[in-house]
């Protein structure tokens, strides 16, 4: 049993008993039997006061950087749950975020791809290749010759079309 399963490496118990299925309980209970299983049904009905949401427990077991960055969205679902509902609230806090972020990789990766090119006064930077246009028999401009004529026209990485004005 691996150390990442569903009981964390403890063997699985069953709380409900032998009685689970309906075919044990059809081969035959006791009076025992059947009183135990009442009682065990009862105990599963939640009180009118469960689940309860106890504050502590939430700074006890998150670590500050998590409560941090998600503290933002906690304050906009305390404005939202009375409005339009703690399930609503929970929703709309998920995709807004979730939203808010992608937007946010979007721009980063925008600028980074725009301004961090890869040319050859760096030695990083993202690299951008593109085709030449297809050109077929039949055509116009059939046969398209190459705009790269000589071997410093290939990965010159904007050396070509650097000009120095001093």
Request: hydrophobic share 35%; proline share 6%; glycine share 8%.
């Amino acid at each position: 049993m691996s150390v990442s399963s569903d009981t964390g490496g403890v063997k699985p118990m069953k709380i409900a008993g032998r009685f689970v299925n309906e075919r044990e309980r059809l081969a035959g209970m006791s009076d025992a039997e059947r009183a135990w299983r009442k009682q065990w049904l009862q105990d599963q009905v939640l009180a009118p006061n469960e689940p309860r949401h106890v504050p502590e427990i939430y700074e006890a077991t998150r670590n500050p950087f998590r409560r941090l960055y998600r503290w933002p969205m906690n304050q906009v679902m305390k404005v939202l749950v009375p409005v339009i509902g703690a399930e609503k609230a929970h929703t709309f806090r998920g995709v807004s975020s979730v939203l808010t972020l992608s937007v946010l990789a979007g721009y980063w990766l925008y600028y980074n791809y725009k301004y961090h090119s890869n040319e050859w006064q760096r030695s990083g930077g993202w690299k951008s290749y593109t085709a030449r246009k297809a050109v077929l028999p039949g055509d116009p401009g059939y046969p398209a010759v190459s705009d790269r004529t000589q071997g410093a026209d290939y990965a010159s990485r904007g050396f070509k079309d650097f000009h120095l004005d001093i």
